[in-house]
């Protein structure tokens, strides 16, 4: 089993950072892409930024320009720093991975019990 956990979610005002982390543990022979999605009140899950193992990134169109991830391959780790934070950024980030929990087998998606982001006006 793989679990994924979160922290670094909380309170901003407007124009604030924040910086997310998220550390996979259990069976894991290997994890491909590492990131997160975002989902606000009455919304869709969203894309937020991905990571692949050997640092290729992706980004959401709100993501770009503002946002950072990076990743500690040797600690299953991945880091989301957020800067100038507005308030349509508010919602439950969820960490995702997608791991090879042996060689033969996976990969497989897991995804993080979320973490509250909001960004008061």
């Known amino acids: 089993q793989v679990q994924l956990v979160e922290s670094g979610g909380g309170l901003v005002q407007a124009g604030g950072s924040l910086r997310l982390s998220c550390t996979a543990s259990?069976?894991?022979?290997?994890?491909?892409?590492m990131g997160w999605y975002r989902q606000a009140p009455g919304k869709q899950r969203e894309m937020v930024t991905l990571?692949?193992?050997?640092?290729?990134?992706d980004y959401g169109d709100s993501a770009k320009g503002r946002f950072t991830i990076s990743r500690d391959n040797d600690k299953n780790t991945a880091y989301l720093q957020m800067n100038s934070l507005k308030p349509e950024d508010t919602g439950v980030y969820y960490c995702?991975?997608?791991?090879?929990?042996?060689?033969?087998?996976?990969?497989?998606?897991?995804w993080g019990q979320g973490t509250q982001v909001t960004v008061s006006s």
């Open positions: 995702y991975a997608q791991v090879r929990p042996t060689r033969r087998i996976g990969p497989f998606d897991y």
């Open positions: 259990g069976s894991i022979f290997s994890i491909n892409a």
């Open positions: 990571i692949t193992s050997g640092g290729s990134t």
